[in-house]
């Protein structure tokens, strides 16, 4: 057992201990600071885990993942915007892995149920159980929740530093704090005598942290203006490193070769290859082989040249018995049954019933830079260079695999080229200091071959959902989805962390269950099928799935109510939700939507709640060369705050680029246990050509502040579906759509 696992154990033992008396003691535990990670060196000082000042200027830790997403920028503008800084006047660094640094948004989200229509109560008890991330050192970027986590947290420590540096100010110069005001990093008295922030650090540190109060958004001068993103010119660049970038003194390269049944190896002779130039040692993994050599071309070239004999799959070995698997799995007992609104078995006799399946494959990450981590170990300490959305969780991982104490393991977390969160896995990590254990002090940068990154990938897991609707007097009466998938929750935090919520894993039904529809009666059951192969959180997670499964249905309800699909939406949320009818108002107004199109014209809507932010989409399509091509596309999004209005229209854009590619081109295979998929002309992305021009308006209509980097996805298949049916009359169920149309490339 990790490290990690120690500490859940430990949680547990703080549970108990609530329980039998020493509440008092296990929620001190909770609410006192976490010890500040950060060791200044000469001349800075660190007022806390967030900021650090010296003579240069001053520097700003994000502990999120910087992974594309501008969480970097944003939760520094958070910051700056009560420290009284514009943003040039900071440096942004990753943060180290440390408790300080964990995600108390993370943990509330299971607590707010379907989340649109949490109560005060639920959302105060999910604050609260935020709170036991700490206790778990809990560093994730994953869910949508950066934003979320750091909001009021981080305005919290600007203006709290912001105070410390009035107060120093004002006992040199023997005034009160009230008499002296703040801009661009000065603290300036009455008299005009300016002082730097940079010259008042030392003594800022040395006082208590007082009470603040934040300001109110009508004050904000950087929160919800157009700023440009720090990663921005590194990245255009090429100046920005990532963990396939480093090199280290003495450094060494490594490839490997993974089982392609995921199995073990059963036999191979590395005589031939040890003795090619360049080549310096082959490594057996147990479940792989590693090649370490004086370049990654050399290494990679070799641990592909060694016969190797791999032993059978444990899961379902091709497509077809998948397929079976996925529906025996409705033959079991429900996993969940995360939403029973009335009675779906009994309807009015004048209800149109009707009823229809759909399917998705599995689908890779397929990030641009390849897994990579470099390791160093010297026997004693073990050093790690790599990027992660769950470094707290990778460092246990590491010291475990190398026999350390987690004290003894240091990482510095680089840029990450994607994640989706395929960089919440450990694999990397943990096969990088197998393979560090072997040439002790020397570095090795691991890096996957893009046929290994492909084929070793941990899957968005493919579904099967059977619906049945019954609509009535131009409105829905009924609608009862069951939805077969693989449990992606526990495994995966198994995986990187040791151990598993028990319960039923919500990310098979997330998606369906909790979209901002009164429909009267309202049933969503979710089926865990097993013996399948490896799957993981992928962008969206059960959202990217559903989405399409739920809002292909309600359009197919709206045609058989004889009524719009945007109207017949609008009128089953107003109620329910308001801010998904302005969503679907404002994608309706500005996509002009008409029952008259021209000819060759298709036009498809979709909306989704998902990660706290509802999001519409309207996508146009036409024929063009007897293909289809996606022409236009409107989007709409409430996530309640935009605090960066420029980065949410990108993450929007980026978000419905990839629900496309995956809706027409992408997926996984299995042929004899192994992946038939191994680059990108096996698992084609959204051409330049094939991108439609996209128009975004964002809304700030609902009261909390929602997530954004992920809701842009769900809404694009089924837009894209029903644009199709729209166009053609063929209504298509299952994904990818390059199986029943030709798209124009």
Known sequence: MSSIGKIARRTFLFGTLAVAGGAAFAAWYVAKPAPNPLEPGEGETALNPWVVIDNEGITVVAPHAEMGQGTMTTWAALIAEELDVTLDQIRIIHGPPAQAYYNHAMLGLAVEGKGYDASSLQRSLGDLIGHVGKVMSLQVTGGSTAMKDGFERMRVVGATTRELLVQAAANRL?????????????????????????????EAAELEAPRIELREPEEWKILGTRFQRVDIPAKTTGTAIFAIDTRLPGQKFAAIRLAPTRATVRDFDAFEVSRMPGVEKVVDLGDG????ASNTWIAQDAVNRIPVEWNAARYQKDDAALAKALEQAFDKEPDSMLR????????????????????????????????????????????????????????SVAAEEAGLDEDDVEMTVTYLGGGFGRRGEVDAVRYATRIAKEVPGSPVLLTYSREEDMTHDFYRPAAIARFRGAVREGTAEMLEARISSVPVTGPALTRAAGFAPGGPDQAIVEGAFNQPYDIFNYRVQGFAASEMPPVGFWRSVGSSINGFFMESFMDEMAHAAGADPIEFRQALCRDEFLPAWEVLNAVKEMSGWTDEKPEGVGRGVAMCYSFGTPVA????????????????????????????????EAQLTGGLAMGLSAAIGEEITFAEGAVQQRNFPDYEPLRITQMPQVRVRILE????????????????????????FDLTGERYRTLPLKHHVDFYV
């Open 289 to 292: 082989l590693a090649v370490i």
């Open 701 to 724: 209509t609902q009261e909390h502040i929602g997530g954004i980097g992920e809701p842009g996805t769900p809404p694009a298949a089924p837009a894209l579906a029903n644009a199709i």
């Open 340 to 395: 029973d609104d009335g009675d779906v078995t009994r309807l009015h006799r004048d209800a149109q019933q009707i009823e229809a399946e759909y399917r998705v494959p599995f689908l890779a990450h397929a990030t641009m830079e390849p897994q990579s981590c470099n390791a160093w170990f010297d026997g004693g300490k073990l050093r790690l260079w790599t990027g992660s959305q769950m470094p707290t969780f990778a460092v």
């Open 174 to 202: 023997d005034v009160s704090p009230a008499e002296l005001v703040t801009d661009k990093g000065h603290v300036i008295a009455p008299d005009g005598t300016k002082i730097p922030y940079t010259r008042l650090a030392a």
């Open 617 to 648: 989409v309207v996508v146009e399509v036409r024929m063009q060369d007897d293909a289809i091509r996606v022409t236009r596309a409107w989007m709409a999004a409430d996530p309640g705050v935009a605090l960066a209005p420029d980065n949410i």
